[in-house]
């Protein structure tokens, strides 16, 4: 599945040369033009790298940092600040909040896309050592086996799929919509029922040798894999 950036940026000229150059190297984006904005987004969708503007309306980007640091759901998301500042005391300030890297305007696109891959890569585990685990779930991603208890769930392609999503954000929740998007694509009309269908399927064999049910239900909101139901 094709990563998915958040820009958090207020100028339109530059969020369409942003978003044209990521679209274009394999990246999904998703798109906010202020603080307050990029917070909401970023708790919503959980992204996998976060291209965050200093200077916003509303809040600032040092402002916007420290607040996702600090959630519980956002606060391993990788952020790469923006800013025209250039000063070293400034470059101090803006990774203290939390940022993991800082790159100054002006800037070339493809070495912004080259930090970001960078960036990714140090923070996930290397092809063929990448596993999840939660609670007595074991979910090797190279292999695409899952254990639970030490015995092996078999599932098919979509439950795979969703369950790779509810692992990677523990006790988060997912809209059917989000499912649907992160599993199926944008660009394939899938019903929202459909997903109910998977989550049964899923549930059915990760609980068949387990009384315990992770998979939780939010009325009017969507799943989550969370121990602590």
Known sequence: MKPLILIVEDEPPLIEILKYNFEDAGFRTSLATDGDEGILKAQEEV??????DWMLPKRSGIEVCRKLKQDKHTKTVPIIMLTARSEESDLILGLDSGADDYVVKPFSPRELIARVNATLRRSKPSF??????????????????????????????????????????????????????????????????????????????????????????????????????
């Open 128 to 229: 063929g050592e990448e596993k999840l685990i939660y609670s007595d779930i074991e979910f090797n991603v190279s292999s695409q086996k899952v254990f639970r208890n030490g015995s092996a769930v078999p599932l098919g392609p979509k439950e795979f799929r969703i369950l790779n999503v509810l692992l990677e954000k523990p006790t988060r929740v997912f809209s059917r919509e989000q499912l649907l998007d992160r599993v199926w694509g944008r660009d394939v009309y899938v019903e929202e029922r459909t997903v109910d269908v998977h989550i049964r399927r899923l549930r059915k064999a990760l609980n068949a040798d387990s009384k315990v049910n992770l998979i939780r239900t939010v009325r009017g909101g969507g799943y989550s894999i969370d121990e602590d139901q």
């Open 47 to 52: 992204p996998d790298l976060i291209i965050l």
